[in-house]
């Protein structure tokens, strides 16, 4: 039994003393493949750095997420394609997408470089690791303008099954994180619609923490909560999660 987690930032700051102990747990607990997605160029150092700790378990993305689109954007993302096609190994496209909780007037910004980067990743033949926070609706709207899409997951999916229904529709996956052990989620009974064919497995580290480790720093070595609160919904053995769900990971990242 074996797990993939699909999104995690164990790059970050938060990780900065104890790193090597973190990919020694997630191992611990099987965790066998940890995504990386990048957040913007200040991380893109930090994120080399991690994944040459442990290659054969580490993979990481190349980025811009949402929340640092700025009005400087357009150089940025020259940086994030330049880095992209260097020639150092990337697993996927990503931490992209769209976030209008903090700040809406930065929507048309956020739509270009989402697409952009959209674009890269069809080019390339790279999955996505899309982020969706309070624009679930735009970046469905804006997927379906393009000609080619790539594939990918919709990372920490808390919506309705309607919306669930709509990412599926467009070929891509649902990621699952510590959300859906919390006591008064709603995520359950939306996933027991839907198949665990269209799920995959992830923490968001160091966000998130599931149930019992909730308001605590998460950390890859968690998934297995996950994937035990995912085979009381399912009524399958956390083997079954595992495999699954580590399948559908291979299928989008190619690792």
Not at 156 to 183: H, N, R
Request: hydrophobic share 35%; proline share 4%.
């Amino acid at each position: 039994m074996e797990f993939a987690d699909t999104h995690t930032h164990l790059f970050v700051e938060e990780f900065d003393q104890d790193r090597e102990a973190v990919i020694q747990r997630a191992l611990q607990s099987r965790v066998r493949t940890m995504l990386l997605p990048n957040i913007d160029e200040s991380t893109i150092e930090s994120l080399k750095s991690f994944s040459a700790l442990d290659t054969e378990h580490c993979f990481p993305m190349m980025g811009l997420h949402p929340c640092s689109v700025k009005d400087n954007y357009r150089e940025v993302l020259k940086d994030i394609l330049k880095e992209l096609d260097s020639g150092y190994r990337y697993y996927g496209v990503g931490e992209i997408g769209m976030d209008l909780y903090w700040d809406k007037s930065t929507l048309d910004w956020q739509s270009d470089a989402f697409l952009q980067q959209c674009g890269w990743a069809v080019e390339r033949s790279l999955g996505v690791s899309i982020h969706t926070r309070s624009a679930t609706y735009e970046t469905i709207k804006l997927l379906k303008q393009m000609k080619q899409t790539p594939r990918g997951v919709f990372h920490c999916f808390s919506g309705s099954y309607e919306e669930a229904q709509e990412i599926i529709k467009l070929g891509f996956y649902i990621g699952i994180g510590g959300v859906v052990t919390f006591k008064n989620s709603g995520l359950p009974e939306v996933l027991k619609r839907l198949s665990i064919d269209n799920i995959v497995l992830e923490t968001d580290a160091p966000y998130l923490s599931p149930v019992p480790y909730r308001g605590k720093r998460n950390e890859s070595s968690y998934i297995p909560f996950i994937a035990e609160k995912l085979s009381e919904v399912y009524g399958i053995s956390v083997s079954r999660v595992a495999e699954v769900t580590r399948e559908n990971s291979r299928k989008i990242f190619g690792v």
